[in-house]
Nanobody, 120 residues
C-alpha cells in the first residue's frame, strides 16, 4: 500500500523559513513526478511546485516562485519543499502528491497534509 507522509510544518514568523519533507513508500519512486499542493482556509487546493522523476526539471506557481525550492532524493524516496521568505498568505495545509511520469497521468497518491502557519 502506497503512503505519502509529510512532515516539517509548523508556526513561523513572516520572513522565516521552513523545510517540508514527504516520505513515499512507492517501490518505483524514481518513475514518479512529485508535487506540492496547498489549501488555505476557505479556499480551494492549489498547485505550488512540481518536480520531474529525474529531479532535473521543476515548476512553480507564480505565487511561490523565487521563494520556494522543490527537490528530491530518489535514494531516500523523499521529496522536499524549502520555503523561504514566508508570508502570512502562505498559511495553508501543504500536501505532497505523486503521479506516474507519463503524459496525461493524474496525481493518484496524496499525503495527509502538514499545517504551515505564518504569523507574528
Amino acid at each position: 500500500q502506497v503512503q505519502l507522509v509529510e512532515s516539517g510544518g509548523g508556526l513561523v514568523q513572516p520572513g522565516g523559513s521552513l523545510r517540508l519533507s514527504c516520505a513515499a513508500s512507492i517501490r518505483t519512486f524514481s518513475s514518479y513526478d512529485m508535487a506540492w499542493f496547498r489549501q488555505a482556509p476557505g479556499k480551494e487546493r492549489e498547485f505550488a511546485a512540481r518536480i520531474r522523476w529525474s529531479g532535473g526539471i521543476t515548476y512553480y506557481a507564480d505565487s511561490v516562485k523565487g521563494r520556494f525550492t522543490i527537490s528530491r532524493d530518489n535514494a531516500k524516496n523523499t521529496v522536499y519543499l524549502q520555503m523561504n521568505s514566508l508570508k502570512p498568505e502562505d498559511t495553508a495545509v501543504y500536501y505532497c502528491a505523486a503521479r506516474r511520469s507519463i503524459v496525461g497521468s493524474e496525481y493518484i497518491y496524496w499525503g495527509q497534509g502538514t499545517q504551515v502557519t505564518v504569523s507574528s
